[in-house]
């Protein structure tokens, strides 16, 4: 069944994706924000009160449902129930189009637009920004957001469904790191900021629930691509990074397609922004970088051939699972 619901959910993302303000995320920050309100009392035993109410509550919730859905109504309801949190949770088209934006006005010339647009995803300052740089910016956050909105997505679905919570797993992950993101946002905000305790306790968590995937995910790329080169980045140079989940990732990348990723990191526009994965994620300042060629136009192409075969390898490998269930 878990093959069924990727596909279906990731076919319906295709066909008709999600606004960037969908009933759910918009939930979803208005429970972050009232939990935060209520709980954050600024002790450390309160934030991890409240990381466990604004994560596993929601879980929770999605697993329960799971289940009373398969006591009633068997695999039907439970596929479309899947399919329908899959939806929420996994695909490409909610970050995507920053992408295709960007690489289109590069490949017009436009590198005022580029640098607009860079800016207006990330909330960013990217005014003085050298196209090189914006070409490697771009690469990084994409391969994030591919690693957030996909592979880790997928690595969570599966132990849910192992464990038979249905898709608790994927809803699990996404909340934990939209939770990070959100009170690391707030906690520079001067209306009602977040504790640094409940900002310590939900990085500590994001930072142990995406450890796995985030291993996964590189792993994927290095099968992909470059084998031998994307696991010598990764063992070499991983460690550069200001996070160590994300240095895997984009070492692996780095790898793969044989392009310098790492480097200074952008400035915030604004602590109120939540958006997708923030720049926090480059390596420290004034790092050269990783081995590779300067980033150039034509590494977009790789990257997207990147991601779409490790996509096609995740689903060989349920297909192959879900064979060997029948059979066996």
Request: glycine share 10%; aromatic share 10%.
């Amino acid at each position: 069944m878990a093959f069924f619901a990727i596909a279906l959910a990731l076919l319906l993302e295709q066909v008709r994706p999600l606004a960037a303000n969908h009933v759910a995320a918009v939930g979803l920050r208005r429970w972050l924000s009232v939990v935060g309100r209520n709980v954050d009392a600024g002790a450390t035993q309160h934030g991890w009160l409240a990381w466990v109410l604004a994560v596993g509550v929601p879980t929770a919730a999605v697993a329960a449902v799971n289940a009373l859905l398969g006591w009633l109504g068997g695999w039907p309801l439970v596929l479309v129930w899947n399919v329908a949190m899959l939806y929420l949770t996994l695909g490409f088209r909610q970050f995507s189009h920053h992408f295709t934006g960007i690489r289109e006005a590069l490949e017009a010339g436009d590198e005022d637009r580029a640098r607009t647009l860079l800016a207006h995803w990330q909330q960013v300052d990217a005014s003085a920004v050298p196209r090189s740089e914006i070409v490697r910016h771009v690469i990084e956050y994409s391969v994030l957001a591919a690693h957030r909105h996909v592979f880790g997505v997928l690595v969570w679905f599966c132990i849910g469904a192992v464990l038979g919570l249905g898709p608790a797993g994927a809803v699990f992950y996404r909340n934990a790191e939209y939770g990070a993101r959100y009170w690391r946002r707030r906690s520079e905000s001067a209306d009602h900021p977040t504790s640094p305790a409940l900002r310590s306790v939900a990085d500590a968590a994001w930072h142990a629930i995406d450890w796995l995937p985030s291993r996964a995910t590189a792993l994927g790329f290095a099968i992909v691509g470059s084998f031998e080169d994307a696991i010598d980045v990764w063992r070499n140079h991983a460690a550069r990074f200001a996070d160590g989940n994300d240095g895997v990732v984009l070492a692996a990348t780095a790898g793969a397609i044989g392009v310098r990723l790492g480097g200074q990191s952008l400035r915030p526009l604004s602590v109120d922004a939540v958006g997708p994965p923030s720049a926090a994620a480059g390596a420290p300042p004034g790092s050269e970088g990783l081995p590779g060629e300067p980033a150039r136009t034509s590494h977009f192409t790789q990257v997207v051939g990147l991601v779409w075969r490790t996509v096609a390898l995740w689903l060989l490998l349920l297909v192959l699972l879900t064979l060997a269930h029948v059979l066996g």
